[in-house]
Nanobody, 114 residues
Framework: QVQLVESGGGLVQPGGSLRLSCTVS????????MAWYRQAPGKQRELVAS???????TYVDSVKGRFTITRDSAKNTVYLQMNSLKPEDTAKYYC????????WGQGTQVTVSS
């Protein structure tokens, strides 16, 4: 059974930084692409960043240059380093495999506010 556990969210002022973690059990990051998603209230969930088994990454335009996705194969964990945070980054953040996806975790809330 695949399990995803997200952590690292919190309240941060505009311009601040956070690092999110996603610990995966039951499926290897060396085999499958992994992604971070976010969902703001009243909006659809969007894919923010992805990383494949050879560490090729993609980002949605709104976070390019500010967010960095990385993975630690030994820990089977994916990270999202978020810098220069903006109020519009406020959302609940989730990790999941784009293909095939598994059950969603509980996510971690990121709130950017002064």
């Amino acid at each position: 059974q695949v399990q995803l556990v997200e952590s690292g969210g919190g309240l941060v002022q505009p311009g601040g930084s956070l690092r999110l973690s996603c610990t995966v059990s039951g499926r290897s990051l060396n085999t499958f692409m992994m992604a971070w998603y976010r969902q703001a209230p009243g909006k659809q969930r969007e894919l923010v960043a992805s990383i494949n088994p050879v560490d090729s990454t993609t980002y949605v335009d709104s976070v390019k240059g500010r967010f960095t996705i990385t993975r630690d194969s030994a820990k089977n964990t994916v990270y999202l380093q978020m810098n220069s945070l903006k109020p519009e980054d406020t959302a609940k953040y989730y990790c999941n495999f784009p293909n095939p996806p598994t059950a969603w975790g509980q996510g971690t809330q990121v709130t950017v506010s002064s």
